[in-house]
């Protein structure tokens, strides 16, 4: 599919509007073979930088790579994220600190794309902010 997509910066049908990029994702698991032909990669959000880092050793990639970042919203949503997706491991200390105060899963997504920058592992972050949009921007405003 990667190829199929690639292959249309050829078709006259899409003229100006190339060139096409593809992108995948991975898990924080071995890098299938077959995904190094994409153009950049996003890799399955953690709240563990440490295991992103390990991750990140255990690949050797040519293409920009963004680690993912979630916003905890609320409690309700980390207990059906951890549910639904078991790959991802949602700390309890955040899952407590999103309980006594709605603010605190900002605060530690925010904190973890200034870690994530200071590793220097990455090329950059994919955000998902959740419904923090605005939390999220003012924090890192005046962060960086």
Request: negative net charge.
């Amino acid at each position: 599919m990667i190829e199929q997509a690639k292959a249309a910066d050829a078709d006259p049908a899409f003229d100006g509007c190339g060139p096409f990029q593809t992108g995948v994702t991975s898990g924080l698991r071995p890098f299938p073979k077959w995904k190094n032909a994409a153009d950049f990669v996003f890799v399955q959000l953690s709240y563990s930088l440490d295991s992103l880092l390990r991750w990140r050793d255990s690949v050797s990639l040519s293409v920009p790579v963004y680690a993912g970042v979630m916003v905890v919203a609320s409690v309700g949503m980390a207990r059906n994220l951890a549910a639904k997706i078991p790959d991802i491991d949602i700390p309890e200390k955040l899952v407590a600190d999103v309980e006594r105060d709605r603010d605190a899963g900002v605060a530690a997504a925010c904190e973890q794309i200034l870690a994530i920058r200071d590793s220097g592992a990455f090329d950059g972050v994919h955000l998902v902010p959740v419904s923090r949009y605005r939390q999220v921007a003012a924090l890192l405003e005046r962060e960086l």
